[in-house]
């Protein structure tokens, strides 16, 4: 295979040419960036989704008692908001003291290289014996 860096198809291993830096940021961008920002979108969209549901349930029963819809709306509405925004705070400030879990203690990379070439040795061995 030709390892070249050139702009045509694609040849070779692109990583060991030396250029599109944008390419590299952007690959660590999707790698530690988006997961973080990924969870905390899905935990706000859970909460705003909550809220207004429950928001709606407010409304329709202050129309059902016999409120006007345009005051009800103004004025649950603003509560909603304010409610959704006071606990997305409150989420933030209470996963900031949360203390971080402790990582365990994994095998050095010897280990497991030791591990690995002794378990395909033993597939080897089995293969040879059914043959």
């Not at 960036?33 to 709606?56: R, S």
């Not at 349930?57 to 603003?78: F, H, P, Q, S, Y």
């Not at 925004?85 to 900031?96: F, P, R």
């Amino acid at each position: 295979m030709i390892d070249r860096c050139i702009d045509g198809p694609f040849i070779g291993r692109r990583y060991q040419c030396g250029h599109r830096l944008a390419e590299t940021i952007s690959g660590l961008f999707k790698r530690f960036v988006m997961p973080i920002v990924t969870l905390a979108a899905k935990c706000i969209g859970k909460q705003i989704l909550g809220n207004v549901a429950k928001t709606g349930m407010e409304v329709a029963g202050d129309v059902i008692g016999g409120r006007n819809i345009k005051e009800t709306m103004k004025d649950r509405g603003l509560a909603g908001i304010k409610r959704t925004v006071a606990e997305i705070v409150d989420q933030s400030l209470v996963d900031k003291q949360r203390p971080q879990k402790k990582k365990k203690k994994t095998a050095s990379i010897a280990d497991k290289n030791q591990t690995t070439a002794s378990a395909s040795a033993e597939r080897r061995l089995c293969m040879r014996q059914k043959q």
